[in-house]
């Protein structure tokens, strides 16, 4: 029954994932809390094993969920569940392109989808900073500004400030974001 969740839930996350892996993001927010089959800030664990490995994020995600809930044979099912649709709709694009090049509507569907997709990166970007700064369950407790772990903060900062200013590889950024992480022992 687990093989069948996985393979429903990464295909529709893989039918609406418009955008890249990290559109994924949302979905698998959505995921955790009505499965519980990860905590939310599990996502920024697999955020960074995605990114240092090779391939899209949002495979490598799928790849890393489906593992982790179901093992190896559940890595696959979510991995080709997520890649399915996009197989799908490439094919159909194919097949008719000539009267969808044609075709206005298609250029506008595309004209709207564009924001949608930027404002889902946004929230994305919001909610992983929160994750990743905020200790979200002493919020209640001490308040926003308490909860905010300052070192995180000025971290995230700093390697802001480097890939704006340097423009380097994220490798690089994530190395020595790691590197930080063991010599501060976060």
């Known amino acids: 029954m687990i093989y069948l969740q996985l393979i429903y839930e990464f295909f529709i996350i893989g039918l609406f994932s418009f955008g890249g892996g990290l559109a994924t993001i949302?979905?698998?927010?959505?995921?955790?809390?009505?499965?519980?089959?990860?905590?939310?800030?599990?996502?920024?664990?697999?955020?960074?094993?995605?990114?240092?490995?090779?391939?899209?994020?949002?495979?490598?995600?799928?790849?890393?969920?489906?593992?982790?809930?179901?093992?190896?044979?559940?890595?696959?099912?979510?991995?080709?569940?997520?890649?399915?649709?996009?197989?799908?709709?490439?094919?159909?694009?194919?097949?008719?392109?000539?009267s969808f090049k044609k075709n206005p509507n298609f250029k506008y569907v595309f004209y709207g989808i564009r924001p949608a997709v930027t404002g889902l990166l946004a929230f994305v970007g919001i909610e992983l900073l929160s994750i990743a700064v905020v200790n979200a369950e002493l919020i209640p407790v001490q308040g926003l500004a308490a909860s905010i772990n300052i070192l995180k903060l000025i971290i995230f900062i700093a390697i802001l400030f480097s890939i704006i200013k340097f423009d380097k590889h994220p490798v690089l950024y994530i190395l020595l974001s790691g590197g930080i992480g063991i010599v501060l022992q976060l």
Do not use: C, H, Q
């Open 26 to 98: 949302p979905y698998l927010k959505d995921l955790a809390e009505r499965t519980g089959w990860y905590e939310t800030s599990f996502i920024t664990d697999m955020i960074a094993i995605s990114e240092s490995t090779p391939g899209p994020i949002g495979i490598n995600m799928a790849t890393y969920v489906g593992n982790e809930v179901a093992g190896f044979f559940g890595g696959i099912l979510a991995t080709v569940a997520e890649i399915l649709p996009s197989i799908i709709i490439v094919a159909l694009v194919f097949r008719f392109m000539t």
